[in-house]
């Protein structure tokens, strides 16, 4: 494919195929998630497939893991220090080079596992306290119906632990 026959499109069609507004993708351009593949003649901002994919995988962070764009902006930061990295590592026979490469990917992976796990027990954390609540209002059920109340998920793994 040549760079003629690449698909660009304007904001609004951006916008109608991400389910985004055309503010939030402008706005995403401010925080520096964003660049437009490139400008119209009118100076229009035009957007390629990687700029749609971007978009959907942000618009994916955001609102089904639940990212802040803050996060969202440094995941996007390492991924674009790792195709940076990964080049320069191929490009070089310097050990001292090599090795403080692979050491920055290294801290890079290091923080978002930290960042992830958190994330996790954050959730884990949500979960329990659901189903606490669940085991509550089975409680009350019942007492109304005049059964015992079954066991949560943290009670019943209580009870299993001597």
Do not use: C, W
Not at 60 to 78: C, H, K, M, T, V
């Amino acid at each position: 494919m040549t760079h003629t026959d690449v698909r660009l499109l304007r904001i609004n069609e951006v916008a109608a195929e991400t389910g985004l507004t055309t503010r939030a993708i402008r706005y995403y351009e401010e925080l520096g998630l964003l660049e437009p593949a490139a400008r119209s003649e009118g100076d229009y901002r035009l957007y390629d497939q990687s700029d749609l994919d971007r978009l959907l995988f942000i618009r994916s962070l955001r609102d089904d893991a639940g990212f802040s764009l803050a996060q969202i902006g440094q995941l996007l930061e390492d991924e674009a220090a790792r195709e940076r990295n990964r080049e320069r590592l191929r490009s070089t026979t310097d050990p001292d080079e090599r090795r403080a490469l692979l050491l920055d990917a290294q801290r890079r992976v290091d923080r978002q596992i930290e960042f992830l796990r958190a994330k996790a027990d954050r959730l884990a954390s949500m979960i329990e306290a659901a189903e606490a609540r669940r085991a509550h209002l089975a409680g009350h059920l019942a007492e109304l119906d005049h059964v015992p109340a079954p066991y949560s998920e943290r009670q019943k793994k209580q009870a299993k632990t001597p």
